[in-house]
């Protein structure tokens, strides 16, 4: 349901699915997406709308532009072809020759990118990150690692945010995602202030079901990386 207010234009969802909206998304100035939010609903809503709460929830999955991308996750495998120079076959004109596009992973009508990603989600403040520090740059089976970062509210409004830590695995005896969430945080940052968010990792969260199907942590290279804001208004 759209809510025009004369200055812009909100559009409102409430479904136990996943939509395909981005011609609805591309009419809207912002959009406020609920699954179903249970008998005070309304009200929560109504608070959110009129600005008397700041919304703070991420999603749980991921929107993709079109069905013709279903299934579609963000913990999906390395491709090994990835997407470069993307041609959409929008922009291609009307009686140009055949070309190869070659070996590359995204869809002519879609792209490569989903709508909103598992884990987007917007606030009326904005946050900015800090650079995240490690505890250790190698870790043993016993071993702790500790990830930090400092977040700033560095808008007008105080508000919560919903920290989140991804790893990849680099190296392993079979295919791993891309990223896989291995913590999140939800923290109250007043308007103006810093706060420092720590994540505790040891070799446990870092195991998988090999092909034995045991449950184990191989030695191999990790990356992590903290949530990024991802905008597909622009």
Known sequence: RGIDLGCCRYLFFSSKWYLTIPEEVEMADAVLYNFHGGTMAGPAISDLLFGKAVPSGKLPVTLPRMVGQV?????????????????????????????????????????????????YGL???????????????????????????DITNSGA??????????????????????????????????????????????????????ADMQQRAEAGEFTGRKYIEFHPFN
């Open 71 to 119: 299934p579609i996750y963000y913990a999906h495998k390395n491709t090994g072809r990835p997407a470069s120079n993307i041609t959409l076959i929008d922009d291609i004109e009307v009686g140009a020759k055949q070309t190869s596009i070659g070996f590359t992973s995204y869809h002519l009508d879609a792209g490569d990118s989903p709508l909103f990603p598992f884990g």
């Open 157 to 210: 409004y105080d508000a919560q945010e919903v920290v989140q830590l991804y790893i990849r695995d680099k190296v392993g005896s079979l295919v791993r995602p891309v990223k896989e969430l291995k913590g999140f945080k939800k923290i109250m940052i007043k308007a103006g202030d810093t706060v420092r968010v720590n994540f505790t990792l040891t070799t446990d969260e870092l195991a998988y079901w090999n």
């Open 123 to 149: 606030s009326y403040t904005t946050f900015t990150y800090g650079d995240c520090q490690l505890s250790t740059g190698n870790m043993k089976p016993s071993d702790v690692l500790t990830a930090s970062c």
